[in-house]
């Protein structure tokens, strides 16, 4: 079993700051890209930003210059430093990342459960 769980998210003022983890557990050989997505009321998930096992990074056009997407690969956790943050970064975000487990070949696609992010003053 392969889970990925979310912490950090909460309440932030417009221009304040938040991170965001999220640490992948269980039975797991090895772990390939990792990704933040974001889901806000009415509208569909978007991808925010992802890491490549060489730390090859991408962002929305949304986020570059604020967040910034980091991974710990001995703590099998991926990171999202947000900064600047704008009441419209207001949504739920998920982490998400192809991993293969130990039980497998092949590589599938995890999600976490999400976590709450509010920009409002």
């Known amino acids: 079993q392969v889970q990925l769980v979310e912490s950090g998210g909460g309440l932030a003022q417009p221009g304040g700051s938040l991170r965001l983890s999220c640490e992948a557990s269980?039975?797991?050989?090895?772990?390939?890209?990792m990704r933040w997505y974001r889901q806000a009321p009415e509208k569909q998930r978007e991808l925010v930003a992802a890491?490549?096992?060489?730390?090859?990074?991408n962002y929305a056009d949304s986020v570059k210059g604020r967040f910034t997407i980091s991974r710990d690969n001995a703590k099998k956790t991926v990171y999202l430093q947000m900064n600047s943050l704008k009441p419209e970064d207001t949504a739920i975000y998920y982490c998400?990342?192809?991993?293969?487990?130990?039980?497998?070949?092949?590589?599938?696609?995890?999600w976490g459960q999400g976590t709450q992010v509010t920009v409002s003053s």
């Open positions: 998400n990342a192809d991993i293969r487990p130990t039980f497998s070949i092949r590589s599938a696609d995890y």
């Open positions: 269980g039975s797991i050989f090895n772990i390939y890209a």
């Open positions: 890491i490549s096992l060489g730390s090859t990074t």
